[in-house]
């Protein structure tokens, strides 16, 4: 009895996270906290506006795009597909041009570190660019045009694939590769027979991802000239034509919905 | 044969995994390997078909010293060193069929086997292997679809199809339960009388060692503690070579229910 009424009184109550944690948590808590009032403010002082006229001007803005001109249907399809077209080619290459890359950019399978610290900072500084200023630059390289354009979501899709799909690669099991290699395999039999079955079911779905982003920036790729639909679209705006803007919008918005629900239904079989 | 003259293995961590190790496999032999982990069994294997590396001493494998083989004659041993694997290490994704046919990569050019174009004699052989540790009916399953007993009999096949001369089975039935463990064992002591292919396998359990091996060589820290054949071993051996007394987590069991 009494050895109980001992431990009793010696009972501890530790806290759930260590001392040094809490404060680290706090500090960095507050540190945000600070940075989120003071960007308020700042916009806030930028905004002269506010929102006061916002509400007048939908409507005039409502009057002149409604309603859509249908009539010009006919003649935007071709830009649009154009668009689909430039999104899936652009994708395509990206796609094949990611293989090598991704292997070059894991860490588990380049043992050669200078190697793999080269491919990891290209593919940082690639992925730094924004896709419009790439359009910018082979726009004035190669001229207005579908093919700047490709080229610009070939470079764009391939920061993003590479590091996502590298970032797959390296979470693979690396038991069924040991086990190719001690059955004598070289490294392209190794790579094929126990890397590409573990992770094609996550390039597929990134590349149908990736797919899905290409199809929106290259709508507005055209705005700077790097052809389909963006241009016609910045061409109308231009003119002031809002009906036909409009048709365009609403064009886009459907054949980018119906792509994401197909690429999505896809990616959800894959998985 | 396999030769080994004063090899020692530091890891660049600077542990120890062999110690001087002296000893000569000859062909047609299952020998044992026993001792606690860490104790450098799996070193002492992986060195034989260099996954590891020893940092000196000689490897004589066949007459030829290993060590300072590089890729192209990497891959001619290791395609007649076969491999079995404690976790199996098939790929889980293909099918059984393609697991075990991977036994055959290294008799296969790069091209061929990306295409798939594998001999007709490859794929019967593969047929045969999977025939032999009866499991050609799951033959097109998925790997993952299968049992751990079916899995490790799947790479069992996958070796077979590689026609090797050596067989390494590192902890074969460590994930394994009684039963199957036997049955493993069971097919690993088959192939090694019937194709005379030598077979070296670890274990840490007493029993399976003792049921099993022609020769038991017993591992304490790197080094070789016990080299004879299983005539020789008593309880009294195994004390010795794990440096305790023997408990009940050492032996595996269930020999009469298989």
Not at chain 2, 184 to 205: P, R
Not at chain 2, 213 to 224: K, S
Request: no cysteine.
């Amino acid at each position: 009895m009494t050895n109980e009424n001992n431990s009793l009184a010696e009972k501890k109550t530790p806290p759930i996270y260590p001392v040094k944690t809490k404060v680290q948590v706090s500090i960095i808590f507050f540190v945000i906290l600070g940075i989120y009032l003071f960007s308020m403010f700042w916009t806030q002082k930028e905004m002269v506006g506010g929102f006061s006229g916002a509400f007048e001007n939908m409507f005039t803005v409502m009057e002149k795009f409604f309603p859509p001109n249908f009539g010009v249907i006919g003649a935007i399809w071709g830009p649009l597909v154009e668009t689909i077209q430039m999104a899936i080619i652009a994708t395509t290459i990206a796609a094949i041009l990611t293989v090598p890359l991704a292997v070059l950019a894991a860490r588990n399978v380049t043992t050669f570190k200078p190697l793999y610290y080269t491919t990891r900072t290209v593919l940082n500084i690639l992925r730094t660019i924004p896709d419009l200023v790439l359009a910018v630059i082979f726009v004035g390289l190669f001229g207005i045009g579908l093919f700047p354009g490709i080229l610009a979501l070939v470079v764009f899709s391939l920061g993003i694939l590479a590091k996502l799909i590298s970032e797959t690669i390296e979470a693979v099991d690396m038991n069924p590769l040991e086990a190719m290699r001690a059955s004598g395999g070289n490294v392209y039999q190794v790579i094929w027979y126990a890397l590409v079955p573990q992770v094609l079911p996550q390039f597929t779905s990134l590349v149908l991802y990736v797919f899905e982003i290409n199809i929106r920036a290259s709508v507005v790729l055209g705005f700077v000239g790097a052809g389909g639909i963006g241009l016609i679209l910045n061409q109308q705006l231009g003119f002031y034509n809002y009906p036909n803007a409009m048709m365009i919008i609403v064009l886009i918005f459907a054949v980018v919905i119906i792509i994401e629900y197909i690429s999505t239904k896809l990616r959800e079989a894959l998985i | 044969m396999i030769e080994f003259k004063d090899v020692s293995l530091v890891y660049p961590n600077g542990t120890e995994g062999l110690k001087k190790i002296n000893t000569t496999i000859k062909d047609g032999e299952f020998v044992v390997i026993v001792g606690l982990s860490g104790a450098g069994k799996s070193t002492f294997i992986r060195s034989i078909n260099r996954l590891v590396t020893p940092t000196s001493g000689s490897l004589q494998v066949d007459g030829e010293d290993i060590l300072n083989y590089r890729s192209g004659n990497l891959r001619k041993l290791r395609t007649k060193v076969g491999m079995i694997f404690q976790n199996y290490n098939l790929v889980k994704r293909s099918n059984v069929l393609k697991n075990v046919l991977a036994g055959r990569l290294g008799h296969t050019g790069t091209l061929r086997s990306i295409l798939n174009l594998y001999k007709k004699e490859d794929i019967s052989l593969a047929y045969e292997s999977l025939k032999r540790v009866n499991i050609d009916e799951k033959i097109y399953n998925r790997a993952d679809e299968l049992s751990g007993g079916q899995q490790q009999r799947v790479s069992i096949a996958r070796v077979l199809t590689q026609k090797p001369k050596y067989i390494l089975a590192d902890e074969p039935v460590a994930s394994l339960d009684p039963p199957t463990s036997h049955q493993v064992m069971t097919y690993l002591k088959k192939i090694n009388k019937e194709d005379n292919i030598t077979t070296i396998v670890n274990l840490h359990f007493i029993d399976m060692a003792m049921e099993y091996a022609d020769r038991i060589i017993g591992m304490r820290a790197g080094e070789v503690v016990f080299d004879g054949p299983v005539s020789e071993v008593s309880e009294k051996t195994f004390e010795e070579i794990y440096g305790r007394s023997i408990r009940e987590d050492d032996l595996r069991g269930g020999a009469d229910e298989s």
